[in-house]
């Protein structure tokens, strides 16, 4: 069995609100309708959604509304309040923590995405092929090429990923990225020049189940490091970089020449729905 794992619980502070649930397709989609649809077709039976408690109710509604009444309405869902585990605080411990929060309701290999993020069919299949075949000390993640990440305006966070053809080597989490006046791409920090060309995650993951195992022993440790923190998160490309470079975890790429599409701010909502609105595939 192959479940699709969404992180929903995010703030939304700079949107302004619940993303999560925002149309941003010709439908009144949202990011999620898709990922949805992306995972089914690409074999997955069972969808869990890692949300906050205040949302939980309207993402039920919004499953029950447009998910069910598809096509996908054979698909198992379950419903994972992040805020339910480990230490309170109202901001979510992160999304290595968002993962680990919902073990109980996976019970087999797993892709793991975003709830603001457009995933399309020709990502998610790949990565759920590669899926079928992981060891327990393996997994598997999507790269994308910068230059298809970006947005029009503001600058955005990104995995930058160090790659040897199907494989990962490393990847460091780069901040203020953004296309300049003159055409590069710059992060902010760390400080660097970054060709279009370079690889970086959006995070669309492959694990298997074993991975609960050396993830929740990652969030333990953050908790006993960072537990009077009211920001620090645990970041799931962090925890897998570790474990990398413990040489304890072997990560397999593939990759999509897919355009991304996503939201940070309400500002990012036109160009969303314009994309979307075209077909995009």
Not at 126 to 139: H, K, V, Y
Not at 160 to 166: D, F, Y
Request: aromatic share 6%.
């Amino acid at each position: 069995m192959l479940t699709l794992l969404v992180m929903a619980a995010g703030l939304g502070r700079r949107f302004g609100g619940d993303k999560q649930l925002a149309a941003v397709g010709p439908g009144g989609e949202s990011f999620v309708d898709y990922a949805v649809a992306a995972a089914a077709r690409a074999g997955a039976s069972r969808v869990v959604l890692v949300v906050r408690g205040e949302i939980e109710a309207a993402l039920r509604r919004h499953t029950e509304a447009r998910l069910r009444a598809s096509q996908h309405g054979d698909l198992a869902f379950a419903y994972v309040r992040q805020d339910a585990h480990g230490p309170r605080r109202a901001k979510p411990w992160g999304t290595a923590h968002a993962v680990w929060a919902a073990q109980d309701e996976v019970p087999g290999a797993f892709l793991v995405c975003n709830a603001d993020d457009y995933y399309a069919p020709a990502a998610m299949a790949p990565l759920a092929e590669a899926a079928a075949g992981l060891g327990d000390d393996e997994a598997c993640l999507c790269g994308y090429q910068l230059s298809r990440t970006l947005p029009d305006k503001g600058a955005v966070s990104r995995g930058v990923c160090r790659v040897s053809g199907n494989r990962l080597l490393g990847i460091v989490e780069h901040h203020g990225v953004s296309r300049h006046g003159d055409g590069a791409i710059r992060s902010v920090e760390p400080p660097a020049l970054l060709p279009d060309e370079t690889v970086v995650s959006m995070n669309l993951w492959a694990f298997p189940q074993a991975a609960f195992g050396w993830i929740g022993e990652s969030v333990e440790q953050f908790w006993a490091d960072h537990r009077d923190d009211p920001d620090a998160e645990c970041l799931l490309p962090e925890v897998v970089a570790q474990r990398m470079s413990a040489g304890q975890l072997s990560v397999r790429m593939v990759y999509t020449s897919q355009q991304w599409v996503g939201v940070t701010s309400a500002d990012d909502l036109a160009a969303a729905r314009a994309a979307l609105s075209g077909g995009l595939q």
